[in-house]
């Protein structure tokens, strides 16, 4: 009930009923979500009761100037309790005197399911895969009145009431703004791709709580939690599913050679060997006219690398300890390698300079800026990246057979020997 007013009908807030010789009682009980509410009736006596509950604050208002300010309990509205009103009003107080102000009631409970979310996407681009890619952000936060005479002054104004969704509309440009520069920045400075964004929601809260702490203060604020929940991408976006199919084949076929090269190690021999093993067996089982002609050849070559390499550590042997040279030609010095020539963007072959065409493929030679290269599927030239921006091809050669990098223009792999 309002002082010097009728009974509310229904569901109201205001809690008290008195006869006309009681005292009247100001009160009021409402949902957490409430921050600040304001007394409907404005004309009071002196001697009336005002009740505060725990976590709650009442602030008196007139002519626009925060007065007294009244923790929880039942105070006795009087002339020593309310001395900024009293300075005011410039008049004695006595039993049952009326004067004119408006009582604020501020909920200073923790608020914690405060939601949010970017209602449209924000576009960010990949460090990586150098692709713009739309972004979705979402989480919550939880929030506390600290000083409710800042926010009365700052945000209150002559409005009746502060609620939950009303705080997220005034902040809602604010966290915005700093939820997008805080995801591109966070992408570009620490190499993040959108596949490792993820991993990374922790940091994000925290940068973002931080940032945003001084915002929230200057409003009697304080900021107690920060939460991100989920940072995603549309999966019908062209690009996103360009580049997860790309990685997912290149992340089979590096899987399937990793097992091979696993399986060699355990059985105790190199790709190599088990090339050459394989060789044998097949020429070992060919019956056909000439097999033995070319077995006794396949043997005396194979006899005459291992004698070669006999003698060349037994030459080494006996010239290391005793100065004997067993006459093995020893392999003429190698002049020094020029600098090294600009190579073909098709087939990797060094081009003489000022050629036009490649002498071993006859690629027309194409000026790549800094920076760049030709992707060997399409033929456009695309920043250095691990997938071509134009046709998703991946542009980081890896052998098919035990999964490691080739560099440019490679024909055998410098790990197992396989023929690319």
């Known amino acids: 009930m309002g002082i010097m007013g009728n009974k509310k009908e229904g569901n109201s807030p205001i809690i008290g009923n008195y006869k006309k010789n009681e005292t009247p009682i100001i009160n009021y009980e409402g949902p957490n979500d409430i921050f600040v509410w304001k007394h409907p ?45 009293n300075r005011i009003l410039r008049k004695p107080f006595g039993d049952r005197t009326p004067f004119h102000a408006e009582v604020y009631y501020i909920n200073k409970v923790v608020c914690m399911d405060i939601l949010w979310g970017t209602a449209q996407p924000v576009l ?68 993040l791709t959108f596949m490792d964004i993820q991993a990374n929601l922790n940091d994000i809260s925290d940068s973002l709580k931080m940032q945003m702490t001084p915002e929230f203060e200057e409003y009697g604020i304080e900021l107690v939690n920060f939460f991100t929940n989920a940072i995603t991408i549309p999966e019908d976006n062209e ?32 790709y190599q060997q088990k090339r050459t093993f394989d060789v044998l067996d097949r020429a070992a089982s060919n019956e056909g006219p000439g097999s033995g002609l070319m077995n006794a050849g396949m043997g005396m070559t194979m006899g005459m690398g ?51 065409f490649c002498l071993e493929c006859g690629e027309k030679v194409v000026n790549i800026q800094e920076g760049y290269v030709v992707c060997p599927k399409c033929g456009q030239q695309v920043p250095k990246a691990k997938f071509c921006l134009e046709c998703g091809n991946l542009m980081v050669s890896k052998c098919p057979e035990c999964g490691s990098e080739l560099p440019n223009g490679a024909k055998f792999c410098l790990e197992c020997g396989h023929r690319i």
């Open 306 to 356: 291992m004698g070669g390499m006999l003698g060349g550590a037994m030459g080494s042997a006996m010239q290391n300890n005793y100065g004997v040279n067993l006459g093995m030609p020893q392999q003429p010095q190698q002049p020094a390698a020029h600098e090294a020539a600009k190579p073909c963007s098709k087939c990797g072959a060094p081009l003489p300079n000022g050629a036009k």
């Open 41 to 85: 009736v404005e004309d009071f006596y002196t001697g009336a009761q005002l009740i505060v509950h725990e976590s709650q604050e009442a602030l008196f208002f007139r002519n626009g100037q925060a007065l007294d300010l009244f923790g929880s309990g039942r105070h006795v509205l009087e002339t020593e309790n309310l001395p900024l009103l």
């Open 124 to 191: 960010v681009q990949d460090p990586v895969y150098n692709i713009i890619l739309p972004v979705r952000a979402n989480g919550q936060f939880a929030i506390r009145v600290v000083d409710s005479r800042k926010l009365l002054l700052k945000l209150v104004g002559t409005i009746n009431g502060f609620s939950k969704d009303t705080l997220v509309k005034y902040f809602r440009g604010m966290l915005m703004t700093r939820i997008r520069d805080l995801i591109a920045k966070k992408m570009v400075q620490d190499k």
């Open 239 to 270: 690009d996103y599913v360009r580049i997860r199919k790309a990685l997912a084949g290149a992340k089979e076929r590096e899987l399937l050679a990793q097992g091979k090269r696993a399986e060699m190690d355990i059985m105790g021999y190199t």
